[in-house]
């Protein structure tokens, strides 16, 4: 992830993470991607089941019971192993995992061992009562999903009402004064809301936003023709930046982030190199420290039967299940040799990313839409919307 309110409008300088000699279980939560060791930190998507049916669903979630989840003791079990292990998070995932009985001890539990619990959800099934549990169990920040403003985000998600819902859900959780951000995944479909979505933030006091660039897994394969051509990419990102920029302006300093495309970062530094040229060296300092991607290494993701994945959109290929291996032996002693050259994937990349002069800083991007697009998971992220000339070649 490229934080823009981090480093575009000067949030954090390289000296921060420096402070806490750069260890994940040392930092607080805004500079863990600045981290020297990448404990990762774990996507558990505790059920498959939704009560929604979103268009780009990486899991392709319904509302039915698939069955094999963790028991409650083996998601405790794990929970426990990823204590020990250091992952400095674990983001409570699904389908939508409010629908799991058990959610509040099992988050509880992680808050019990030390973690940073998070949960991302769709935000339907945040009442008033579960934001104020949600808050007293000590859950450190809830993610919302939000793919536009009403007409569209009720579109996406396959159901009228969910955008009020989730305004509904802001508002009781911000009641109880358990921090809430929001979620979007940009597309052909949505991306003229971006505006939008900034006023709302805006209006609704909103501290954190998340705009994640569309992935081609699970439901998200049928909407690779409407991913943003390059052009539309960079109007966005410039876009992003703008807003983020036009917020701190104000005295509004909303922590925003964009998500799976690592291009996104020497855009940034080239921008700044034009506007800020001592602020892009400050940048480019910490663009060294994040490393780009890190899906097998700073990422990891567990599904609800117990299978280890490199992050939430790898499902078509696990590295053991925790039912049978503990996830940080899993980790830490790959067997599986993809999993090997994931945690070191500049060696493996291929065409453009093995020429650019960004590999160090970008990690290779995507592979997962590598693979989607090419039939190879080691060659050019489609989505790289850098031009031959910025890359160096």
Not at 237 to 263: F, Q, S, W, Y
Request: proline residues 4%; contains cysteine.
């Amino acid at each position: 992830m490229i934080g823009i309110s981090k480093l575009y409008c000067g949030a954090v300088e390289a000296s921060d993470p420096l402070r806490y000699g750069r260890r994940s279980g040392d930092l607080p939560s805004h500079l863990l991607q600045f981290s020297a060791d990448k404990k990762p930190v774990v996507v558990w998507n505790v059920t498959r089941r939704c009560n929604l049916k979103c268009v780009h669903c990486y899991s392709h979630s319904e509302d039915k019971n698939y069955g094999g989840e963790l028991s409650n003791k083996e998601g405790k079990a794990l929970i426990e192993d990823l204590s020990e292990f250091g992952s400095p998070v674990i983001l409570f995932s699904g389908g939508e995992p409010l629908i799991r009985p058990d959610i509040l001890e099992l988050i509880q539990y992680a808050v019990q061992m030390g973690r940073r619990a998070v949960v991302s959800t769709n935000g339907t099934l945040i009442t008033e009562r579960v934001a104020t549990k949600l808050q007293e169990i000590g859950l450190s920040y809830v993610g919302i999903s939000l793919d536009g403003l009403e007409n569209v985000h009720d579109a996406f998600r396959g159901f009228e009402g969910t955008f009020k819902r989730v305004m509904t859900a802001i508002k009781n959780c911000q009641s109880v004064g358990l921090k809430v951000g929001l979620r979007f995944t940009i597309n052909k479909r949505n991306y003229q809301d971006i505006p939008g979505i900034f006023d709302l933030v805006e209006e609704r006091n909103i501290p954190r936003i998340c705009f994640y660039h569309l992935v081609y897994a699970g439901r998200g394969t049928e909407l690779v023709n409407e991913d943003l051509d390059h052009s539309q990419t960079r109007e966005v990102v410039d876009i992003i930046m703008d807003r983020t920029k036009d917020l701190h302006d104000k005295g509004l300093p909303v922590e925003v982030l964009t998500v799976d495309n690592h291009a996104d970062g020497p855009y940034l530094y080239l921008r700044l190199t034009r506007e800020d040229p001592e602020r892009a060296e400050e940048v480019l300092k910490l663009l060294q420290m994040n490393e780009g991607n890190n899906s097998g290494r700073g990422i990891g993701c567990i599904s609800w039967d117990g299978s280890v994945h490199a992050d939430q959109f790898w499902r078509h290929h696990s590295f053991g299940n925790v039912r049978e291996k503990r996830f940080s032996q899993i980790w830490t002693e790959p067997a599986d040799e993809f999993l090997m050259k994931l945690k070191d994937k500049k060696k493996h990349v291929k065409g453009r990313c093995a020429a650019c002069r960004w590999l160090s800083i970008c990690g290779g991007n995507f592979r997962v839409r590598a693979e989607a697009i090419h039939g190879d998971v080691w060659a050019p992220d489609p989505a790289c919307y850098l031009t031959d000339q910025e890359i160096g070649l």
